[in-house]
């Protein structure tokens, strides 16, 4: 079972235009992200897939002896569209490939997290579809930028919500979980989940995982710890970044 990781890298953010562009301790944000990405050595290969020559061109550019693919998408109307695109262009065998979706905003992406996914997926060949989650902090727990998600028994996820969830009608008995948005794939059930029309409740939350859960496919959430919650989503994000990076965070 061979594993790769693919980083969406899209120049037309809406919050921050060129994002992966931007310099962060003086190189790309996406130079990071991929350097993060190669360390996770159960890994067979990483991709960078974007739809921007310039996004490419730096890439292909910082990493020259390395192997790190750069495939050119065309119009996506979700991340999971990208993804389907990148792994169709390349030379794997789909029936035997897990896709591990690292997103091209997260520079301290933690390369053990990475090789839990692709641990669980090829030790458990009955896995769909894996992803991260982390002990929820107090203060995040009404906010809707915070993805939660609870689990059952054997660690498939029952449901992910904008909501804290679950309910503590009594005072808390569980630790809740924030999602960490770096998901684990079969590649046939990527190519398959991309095909699929959007859920009802994937609208409702705006959470594109829903749309599996709502397919009947289970989702194996693994609980990391020692998680860098910085990702670049604003110009705010990236001098928040430059701090931690200068010990003042």
Same mark, same amino acid.
């Given at each position: 079972?061979?594993?790769?990781?693919?980083?969406?890298?899209?120049?037309?953010?809406?919050?921050?235009?060129?994002?992966?562009?931007?310099?962060?301790?003086?190189?790309?944000?996406?130079?990071?992200?991929?350097?993060?990405?190669?360390?996770?050595?159960?890994?067979?290969?990483?991709?960078?897939?974007?739809?921007?020559?310039?996004?490419?061109?730096?890439?292909?550019?910082?990493?020259?002896?390395?192997?790190?693919?750069?495939?050119?998408?065309?119009?996506?109307?979700?991340?999971?569209?990208?993804?389907?695109?990148?792994? /169709?262009? *390349?030379?794997? $065998?789909?029936?035997?490939?897990? !896709? @591990?979706?690292? #997103?091209?905003?997260?520079?301290?992406?933690? +390369?053990?997290?990475?090789?839990?996914?692709?641990?669980?997926?090829?030790?458990?060949?009955?896995?769909?579809?894996?992803?991260?989650?982390?002990?929820?902090? /107090?203060? *995040?727990?009404? $906010?809707?930028?915070?993805?939660? !998600? @609870?689990?059952? #028994?054997?660690?498939?996820?029952?449901?992910? +919500?904008?909501?804290?969830?679950?309910?503590?009608?009594?005072?808390?008995?569980?630790?809740?979980?924030?999602?960490?948005?770096?998901?684990?794939?079969?590649?046939?059930? *990527?190519?398959?989940?991309?095909?699929?029309?959007?859920?009802?409740?994937?609208?409702?939350?705006?959470?594109?995982?829903?749309?599996?859960?709502?397919?009947?496919?289970?989702?194996?959430?693994?609980?990391?710890?020692?998680?860098?919650?910085?990702?670049?989503?604003?110009?705010?994000?990236?001098?928040?970044?430059?701090?931690?990076?200068?010990?003042?965070?």
């Amino acid at each position: 079972m061979k594993s790769i990781i693919i980083i969406p890298a899209r120049y037309g953010s809406t919050r921050f235009l060129g994002k992966p562009l931007a310099l962060l301790k003086g190189e790309p944000v996406i130079v990071h992200v991929v350097r993060a990405a190669l360390q996770a050595k159960s890994a067979d290969a990483v991709c960078v897939a974007t739809d921007d020559q310039r996004i490419a061109e730096t890439v292909s550019s910082n990493f020259a002896n390395d192997v790190v693919n750069v495939v050119m998408t065309g119009e996506c109307r979700t991340g999971t569209d990208r993804l389907a695109q990148a792994v /169709q262009s *390349l030379n794997f $065998d789909l029936q035997n490939l897990v !896709v @591990v979706n690292v #997103q091209g905003d997260e520079p301290f992406i933690n +390369s053990h997290h990475i090789e839990s996914l692709i641990d669980v997926m090829q030790s458990d060949e009955s896995l769909q579809m894996a992803t991260l989650a982390t002990p929820l902090p /107090q203060h *995040l727990t009404s $906010d809707p930028n915070v993805v939660k !998600v @609870v689990c059952a #028994q054997n660690g498939n996820a029952l449901y992910f +919500s904008r909501l804290p969830i679950p309910f503590a009608r009594d005072g808390e008995t569980v630790t809740r979980l924030r999602h960490l948005g770096v998901y684990a794939y079969r590649a046939d059930w *990527l190519l398959q989940m991309a095909n699929l029309p959007s859920t009802p409740l994937e609208e409702t939350e705006k959470l594109e995982q829903l749309r599996a859960l709502e397919n009947g496919v289970a989702i194996r959430v693994v609980t990391v710890e020692n998680v860098i919650d910085i990702a670049i989503d604003t110009p705010e994000d990236l001098q928040r970044a430059e701090e931690y990076l200068a010990g003042k965070l």
